[in-house]
Structures are given as structure tokens and as C-alpha cells.
């Protein structure tokens, strides 16, 4: 099986940075896609970013010119730079590591941003 540790969350001022790690272990050849999602109180688990092993990259329109995703296959760990973060940001940020026989789930962390 996968196994994955987020790190890189926090509190952060509207307008400045933080850089997410998710670092997977175990079965990683399984892994193609990984990718980062977000649950805000009350709301449903969405996809924030996603990277194929290849390098091919999805955003969710609303961090689309903010957030960068990235991916370092020999340490299997997966990257979410965020800049510009705003108050509307704040939730809990999940790391997914996905393939054929692969659905796995971090533990989350938490990203708060204050106005």
C-alpha cells in the first residue's frame, strides 16, 4: 500500500505564500496521478491540483495563476506552492496519490488565511 505525510500548512496572512509537501512511500510504483484537494467547514472535497507522472498538470479555475503544482518522482513527493493565498483559501488540504490499483488519502493539513 501508499502511504502519505503532508507537511507545509499553517497560518498566513491574505497575500503571502505558503509550499505544501506530500511525500508518498510504500507502493509508489503504483502511483500515477497525485494531486491536492481541499475541504473547507461544511463544504465537499475538491480538487485543487492535480500532476500525472508524466508532468501534465489540471488547476481548478480559482487558483489557476496562484497555486503550483510539481512533482519529484525519485523522492515521491508531490508540491503545492501557493501564492497570492486569500481568506477564502482556508480549509484543510489533502494529498491523493492514484492509480490502477492505487487510491490513497494524506491525513490532511491545515491552511488558514487571514484577512
Known amino acids: 500500500q501508499v502511504q502519505l505525510v503532508e507537511s507545509g500548512g499553517g497560518l498566513v496572512q491574505a497575500g503571502g505564500s505558503l509550499r505544501l509537501s506530500c511525500a508518498a512511500s510504500?507502493?509508489?510504483?503504483?502511483?500515477?496521478?497525485m494531486g491536492w484537494y481541499h475541504q473547507a467547514p461544511g463544504k465537499q472535497r475538491e480538487l485543487v491540483a492535480s500532476?500525472?507522472?508524466?508532468?501534465?498538470?489540471n488547476y481548478a479555475d480559482s487558483v489557476k495563476g496562484r497555486f503550483i503544482i510539481s512533482r519529484d518522482n525519485a523522492k515521491n513527493t508531490v508540491y503545492l506552492q501557493m501564492n497570492s493565498l486569500k481568506p477564502e483559501d482556508t480549509a484543510v488540504y489533502y494529498c491523493?496519490?492514484?492509480?490502477?490499483?492505487?487510491?490513497?488519502w494524506g491525513k490532511g493539513t491545515q491552511v488558514t488565511v487571514s484577512s
Open positions: 491523493n496519490a492514484y492509480g490502477v490499483t492505487t487510491d490513497r
Open positions: 510504500g507502493s509508489t510504483v503504483s502511483i500515477d496521478v
Open positions: 500532476i500525472s507522472s508524466g508532468g501534465s498538470t
